[in-house]
T-cell receptor, first 115, second 113 residues
Framework: GAGVSQSPSNKVTEKGKDVELRCDPI?????LYWYRQSLGQGLEFLIY????????KSGLPSDRFSAERTGGSVSTLTIQRTQQEDSAVYLC?????????????FGPGTRLTVL | GQQVMQIPQYQHVQEGEDFTTYCNSS?????IQWYKQRPGGHPVFLIQ?????EVKKQKRLTFQFGEAKKNSSLHITATQTTDVGTYFC?????????????FGRGTQLTVWP
């Protein structure tokens, strides 16, 4: 596609439910990143994929959070037993893996609200 | 661990005034990138600086990378209402061209007409 897409754009769930957030990166981009942004706050790094492997998952806040990437393309971020503090915008970004110039292209985000 | 600090957190200016945001890293960086996020939008890449002491300009925006590759700044001359948004710097560890980008907390710019 022309850009990074994410779905759903909005998700409202009840505390304790599981949610899955999807990211479709730009075709050919091997690197994929997940971030979390609370209202008016900065970008909190969650996890980085290179291909299907995740060499850096240091930002996942707890074991309720997990992510996978298949076929070197689509990625899914899963949050189990959601809590109210999980409410935020979840942003996905992808980038190429050239030798020097690897800007990140961000998707529009998924706004998660946990009631 | 790696930290990228950015100041100020907020800046309110009158249209026509200048604006500067500063970024400092606890370690030497291989490069630094700048992003802009409009209210309600997602971050959009502005520029990347790679060389020590590098200065790049985009119209009214001037970006600098420090000699030690540990600090950077973004200066906007004669701000306009279209400059409103949050500006983030982001750096990679020395020797790395892939992997995690360490983002600053951002500077939220408000411009009064």
């Amino acid at each position: 596609g022309a850009g990074v897409s994410q779905s759903p754009s909005n998700k409202v769930t009840e505390k304790g439910k599981d949610v899955e957030l999807r990211c479709d990166p730009i075709s050919g981009h091997t690197a994929l990143y997940w971030y979390r942004q609370s209202l008016g706050q900065g970008l909190e790094f969650l996890i980085y994929f290179q291909g299907n492997s995740a060499p850096d998952k240091s930002g996942l806040p707890s074991d309720r959070f997990s992510a996978e990437r298949t076929g070197g393309s689509v990625s899914t971020l899963t949050i189990q037993r959601t809590q109210q503090e999980d409410s935020a915008v979840y942003l996905c970004a992808s980038s190429g893996s050239g030798p020097t110039y690897n800007e990140q292209f961000f998707g529009p985000g998924t706004r998660l609200t946990v009631l | 661990g790696q930290q990228v600090m950015q100041i100020p957190q907020y800046q309110h200016v009158q249209e026509g005034e200048d604006f500067t945001t500063y970024c400092n890293s606890s370690t030497t960086l291989s490069n630094i990138q700048w992003y802009k996020q409009r209210p309600g939008g997602h971050p959009v890449f502005l520029i990347q600086l790679v060389k020590s002491g590098e200065v790049k300009k985009q119209k009214r925006l001037t970006f600098q990378f420090g000699e030690a590759k540990k600090n950077s700044s973004l200066h906007i001359t004669a701000t306009q209402t279209t400059d409103v948004g949050t500006y983030f710097c982001a750096g990679r560890n020395r020797g790395s061209t892939l992997g995690r980008l360490y983002f600053g907390r951002g500077t939220q710019l408000t411009v009064w007409p």
